[in-house]
């Protein structure tokens, strides 16, 4: 038996719509449970909770006093799940220490201050908070200034704009106001309402599955102008889906609201909202529905009016810096609602990767295993200069992010870090997936390298690593004998200490070597110019729709064949044309110096690489431009260096795919183009140079079958001889050549249509 809500509400009383659904449930809906809610027990009273006041009170990391943690914890429906987060750390300590087959070093794991209590993390701080599966929404208030007014301006809840009111927060974990009355209160919070009633309606997706993201929510105390105060719980994020879920409860969930309809249903929301006895009222309605439910079935009545009344919520119960110090509430508060609406991420815990990171270098710094100059450097907190002092690499995003990966990569600091990162991120170290996490969260923390004002998130660029980006598979086997995955090389101390010339000389420098194939030198130079073309795009994460093993000309957005990012790079370190892209590409990326651009991700060429007829490699260009890379180009010119094992494969799969779009008569005819005449031959000198250095090196079975592709080769070379050669209508189309008596040539030259006697650039 359910009972109808009565809410005193400012716009009069209203049936309760959502106990009218009614219905057997469908497959879908049974398996769109909100989490937490069929093991739920009956919402416990007010007495009943007063144990988890003072179990939170007790636990170092909560600041609140009781009467405000009495308010947060009003509408709790599993306080057993709390009880088990606040646990004090070292109660936890000694239920690690005495469970069953520990070892006696196991036993002296150290808990960290914050306990069990989960963590909201920001650039500078982090909130502590109480997750509560799923939390009655009646007596949770929208924060009386909208969060998205303000991220429009920019204002993120300071004394930016004089209409609105100053959001305090002197008490760690608390927020305060200064109001002359409470109506005032009710006005500010009615004029959020009624723009979300307006603007957002999630109340069906609500109505089948709750609220799946968790509210997050704050004790805000008001400060009334005749000297008394009350604290109220406001959402701080999630005030759409608070709103949303108020609006099944009216029963408008499918109705376009205008700001002519809007206001009178925001006032019975607010109406509600502060009802004496929401709570008590919202209590009964719930367990009324859960009693329903066990002594029947479940149907579409309780599951809406569940879904309709339920949330899960993060309840914040103190504010710390990142050293872990209590700060006031605001310094945390506006710093997330800066990232949440300011600097957004495309993926999922971006800031709490981001904290894991941060607290790894800590921890680092602690262990004396780096120097809090070389963490501050890591951190993109040092400059110019100071930079360059602290790490002994010049200051650009190429070299911070790569010095990152070289730390975290690393053989003595980095076994420490790697492990601070799986703890803070409930990691398995030793599970098969964790390579690719270690570099995803690495990743996401360098993006701080790279952010500017018109660019701060780069989702390509992070899911990239997290396929593996520019790490070679002999990387991580260095890694797990014991040594570095990599070494970058530091500048000397004659070295100049311009920035721009400093590392213009070391890529150079670089470059020679990998050349040479110095120990160290292509590894280091796989690492700085994979990452090159990730920042830049022209390298990306494998995907099946990317494949392409029909067209034989370059598509836009495709790939000639799969592979994942590291096993193109290790390709490309193989082949003198893929070390000269490498090297190209991280040379044009150093180029831009610190400053300028502020975008460092496309303000800079990846070159598209050619073979002269020669077989050097060189840079291709168009009009004395050089021309930008793509994809596709990219895995052509690894092709040669990928193990014949592997090329033997995708052969296979290519003439199995254009045979079967052959007999579906969607065969693509051959271009007739240069470019495609040019790659053929690159293709071709590139095999022979690849079978002449063969360990395993394949033989003729006789020398008529050399002889016949000897004459084939000579009769190509004829008939590219036929091909001709665009003539410029100038008088002489050649003012750089001179003849034998040192003049010009009058007109054009006899036999200019060899291909190869004065080739045109790109051509």
């Given at each position: 038996?359910?009972?109808?809500?009565t809410?005193r509400?400012?716009?009069?009383d209203?049936?309760?719509?959502a106990?009218?659904?009614?219905?057997?449930?469908t497959?879908?809906?049974?398996a769109?449970?909100?989490?937490?809610?069929?093991?739920?027990?009956?919402v416990?009273?007010?007495?009943?909770?007063?144990?988890?006041?003072t179990?939170?009170q007790?636990?170092?990391?909560?600041?609140?006093?009781?009467?405000?943690?009495?308010?947060l914890?009003?509408?709790?429906?599993?306080?057993?799940?709390?009880?088990d987060?606040m646990d004090?750390?070292e109660a936890?300590?000694?239920?690690?220490n005495?469970?069953s087959?520990?070892?006696r070093?196991?036993?002296?794991?150290?808990?960290?201050?914050?306990g069990?209590l989960?963590?909201?993390?920001?650039?500078?701080?982090?909130?502590?908070?109480?997750r509560?599966?799923?939390h009655q929404?009646?007596?949770?208030?929208?924060?009386?200034v909208?969060?998205?007014?303000?991220?429009?301006?920019?204002h993120?809840?300071t004394?930016?704009?004089?209409?609105?009111?100053?959001i305090?927060?002197?008490?760690?974990?608390?927020?305060?106001?200064?109001?002359?009355?409470?109506?005032?209160?009710?006005?500010?919070?009615?004029?959020?309402?009624?723009h979300?009633?307006?603007?957002?309606d999630?109340?069906?997706?609500?109505?089948?599955?709750?609220?799946?993201?968790p509210?997050?929510?704050?004790?805000?105390?008001?400060?009334?102008?005749?000297?008394?105060?009350?604290?109220f719980?406001v959402?701080?994020?999630?005030?759409?889906?608070l709103?949303?879920?108020?609006?099944?409860v009216?029963?408008i969930?499918?109705?376009?609201?205008?700001a002519?309809t809007?206001?009178?249903?925001?006032?019975?929301?607010?109406?509600?909202?502060?009802a004496?006895?929401?709570?008590?009222t919202?209590r009964?309605a719930?367990?009324?529905a859960?009693?329903?439910?066990?002594?029947?079935?479940w149907?579409?009545?309780?599951?809406?009016?569940?879904?309709?009344?339920?949330a899960?919520?993060?309840?914040?119960?103190g504010?710390?810096?990142?050293?872990?110090?209590?700060?006031?509430?605001?310094?945390?508060?506006?710093?997330?609602?800066?990232?949440?609406?300011?600097?957004?991420?495309?993926?999922?815990?971006?800031?709490?990767?981001?904290?894991?990171?941060a607290?790894a270098?800590?921890a680092?710094?602690?262990?004396?295993?780096?120097?809090?100059?070389?963490?501050?450097?890591?951190s993109?907190?040092?400059?110019?200069?100071d930079?360059?002092?602290?790490?002994?690499l010049p200051?650009?995003?190429?070299?911070?992010?790569?010095?990152?990966?070289?730390?975290?990569?690393?053989?003595d600091?980095?076994?420490?870090?790697?492990?601070?990162i799986?703890?803070?991120?409930?990691l398995?170290p030793?599970?098969?997936?964790?390579?690719?996490?270690?570099?995803?969260?690495?990743?996401?923390?360098?993006?701080?390298?790279?952010?500017?004002?018109?660019?701060t998130?780069?989702?390509?660029?992070v899911?990239t690593?997290?396929?593996?980006?520019s790490?070679t598979?002999?990387m991580?086997?260095?890694?797990?004998?014991?040594?570095?995955?990599?070494t970058?090389?530091?500048?000397r101390?004659?070295?100049?200490?311009d920035p721009?010339?400093?590392?213009?000389?070391?890529v150079?420098?670089?470059?020679?070597?990998?050349?040479?194939?110095?120990?160290?030198a292509?590894?280091e130079?796989?690492?700085?110019?994979?990452?090159?073309?990730?920042?830049?795009?022209?390298?990306?994460?494998?995907?099946?729709?990317?494949?392409?093993?029909?067209?034989e000309?370059?598509v836009?957005?495709?790939?000639?064949?799969?592979?994942?990012?590291?096993?193109?790079?290790?390709?490309?370190?193989?082949?003198?044309?893929?070390?000269?892209?490498?090297?190209?590409?991280?040379?044009?990326?150093v180029d831009?110096?610190?400053?300028?651009?502020?975008?460092?991700s496309r303000?800079?060429?990846?070159p598209?690489?050619?073979?002269?007829?020669d077989?050097?490699?060189?840079?291709?260009?168009?009009h004395?431009?050089?021309r930008?890379?793509?994809?596709?180009h990219v895995?052509?010119l690894?092709?040669?260096?990928l193990?014949?094992?592997?090329?033997?494969?995708?052969?296979?799969?290519?003439?199995?795919a254009?045979?079967a779009a052959?007999?579906g008569g969607k065969?693509?005819?051959?271009?007739?183009?240069?470019?495609a005449?040019?790659?053929?031959?690159?293709?071709?000198?590139?095999?022979?140079t690849?079978?002449l250095t063969s360990?395993?090196?394949?033989?003729f079975?006789?020398?008529?079958q050399?002889e016949a592709?000897?004459?084939l080769?000579?009769?190509?070379?004829?008939?590219?001889?036929k091909?001709p050669?665009?003539?410029?209508?100038?008088?002489n189309?050649?003012?750089d050549?001179v003849l034998?008596?040192?003049e010009?040539?009058?007109?054009?030259?006899?036999?200019s249509s060899?291909?190869y006697?004065?080739p045109?650039?790109?051509v």
């Amino acid at each position: 038996m359910t009972t109808s809500l009565t809410f005193r509400a400012p716009g009069g009383d209203e049936d309760d719509h959502a106990q009218g659904a009614v219905g057997k449930l469908t497959t879908e809906q049974i398996a769109s449970f909100a989490p937490g809610l069929l093991d739920m027990e009956p919402v416990p009273t007010p007495t009943e909770l007063k144990e988890l006041a003072t179990a939170a009170q007790d636990h170092p990391s909560v600041v609140l006093p009781t009467e405000v943690l009495r308010a947060l914890f009003a509408g709790v429906t599993h306080p057993d799940e709390l009880l088990d987060q606040m646990d004090h750390p070292e109660a936890v300590a000694q239920q690690l220490n005495t469970r069953s087959g520990r070892s006696r070093q196991k036993s002296k794991r150290k808990v960290s201050r914050l306990g069990r209590l989960a963590r909201l993390s920001t650039n500078t701080g982090y909130a502590a908070v109480v997750r509560s599966p799923l939390h009655q929404i009646a007596g949770i208030m929208t924060l009386p200034v909208n969060p998205r007014f303000l991220a429009a301006i920019q204002h993120a809840f300071t004394q930016g704009g004089t209409t609105d009111p100053v959001i305090e927060g002197s008490i760690p974990g608390m927020l305060e106001i200064h109001l002359p009355a409470k109506q005032d209160l009710v006005s500010l919070i009615t004029t959020t309402v009624n723009h979300h009633l307006q603007d957002y309606d999630w109340s069906d997706s609500i109505a089948r599955t709750g609220v799946q993201e968790p509210l997050t929510c704050m004790a805000l105390r008001v400060h009334y102008a005749d000297g008394t105060s009350e604290v109220f719980v406001v959402a701080i994020d999630g005030q759409s889906r608070l709103t949303s879920a108020w609006r099944n409860v009216l029963g408008i969930g499918d109705k376009k609201l205008t700001a002519v309809t809007a206001p009178s249903y925001a006032e019975k929301i607010v109406g509600r909202m502060f009802a004496h006895d929401a709570v008590a009222t919202s209590r009964k309605a719930v367990n009324g529905a859960l009693n329903a439910a066990r002594a029947s079935s479940w149907t579409a009545n309780e599951l809406e009016t569940l879904h309709s009344r339920l949330a899960p919520v993060n309840l914040v119960v103190g504010t710390y810096t990142r050293l872990g110090e209590p700060c006031e509430a605001t310094a945390w508060f506006t710093e997330h609602l800066t990232q949440i609406h300011l600097r957004p991420r495309h993926w999922s815990g971006g800031s709490d990767q981001e904290k894991a990171v941060a607290d790894a270098l800590l921890a680092a710094v602690h262990a004396g295993k780096i120097t809090p100059a070389l963490a501050s450097a890591l951190s993109g907190r040092l400059h110019g200069l100071d930079f360059t002092h602290a790490t002994g690499l010049p200051h650009h995003p190429a070299f911070a992010r790569a010095l990152l990966f070289e730390t975290v990569l690393s053989a003595d600091a980095g076994t420490l870090i790697r492990s601070a990162i799986a703890e803070g991120l409930s990691l398995d170290p030793s599970s098969k997936d964790f390579p690719a996490k270690l570099l995803k969260t690495t990743a996401i923390f360098s993006t701080r390298y790279l952010r500017s004002g018109a660019k701060t998130v780069f989702p390509n660029m992070v899911h990239t690593w997290d396929n593996g980006g520019s790490i070679t598979r002999t990387m991580w086997n260095r890694l797990a004998k014991g040594a570095d995955a990599f070494t970058l090389t530091r500048l000397r101390d004659d070295q100049d200490d311009d920035p721009y010339k400093s590392a213009s000389d070391l890529v150079e420098q670089l470059r020679r070597r990998a050349e040479d194939d110095v120990p160290g030198a292509r590894d280091e130079l796989a690492v700085l110019g994979g990452d090159a073309l990730t920042v830049a795009e022209a390298l990306g994460r494998d995907r099946g729709s990317k494949e392409d093993l029909v067209s034989e000309e370059p598509v836009n957005g495709k790939t000639p064949y799969r592979s994942r990012p590291p096993g193109i790079v290790a390709a490309l370190i193989e082949t003198p044309a893929g070390r000269l892209l490498l090297g190209a590409a991280l040379s044009n990326w150093v180029d831009q110096v610190p400053g300028h651009p502020a975008d460092y991700s496309r303000q800079f060429t990846v070159p598209e690489i050619t073979t002269t007829p020669d077989g050097t490699p060189a840079i291709a260009t168009t009009h004395g431009n050089p021309r930008r890379a793509t994809e596709w180009h990219v895995f052509e010119l690894a092709w040669s260096g990928l193990p014949a094992s592997r090329r033997a494969v995708i052969e296979g799969r290519r003439d199995a795919a254009r045979q079967a779009a052959g007999e579906g008569g969607k065969s693509q005819p051959k271009a007739a183009s240069i470019k495609a005449l040019q790659t053929a031959v690159g293709r071709l000198e590139q095999t022979i140079t690849s079978i002449l250095t063969s360990p395993s090196q394949p033989k003729f079975a006789d020398g008529a079958q050399q002889e016949a592709l000897q004459k084939l080769l000579f009769k190509a070379s004829l008939d590219i001889g036929k091909i001709p050669v665009v003539v410029p209508a100038s008088r002489n189309p050649y003012p750089d050549l001179v003849l034998e008596d040192g003049e010009a040539p009058d007109g054009p030259v006899p036999g200019s249509s060899a291909p190869y006697a004065f080739p045109e650039d790109g051509v």
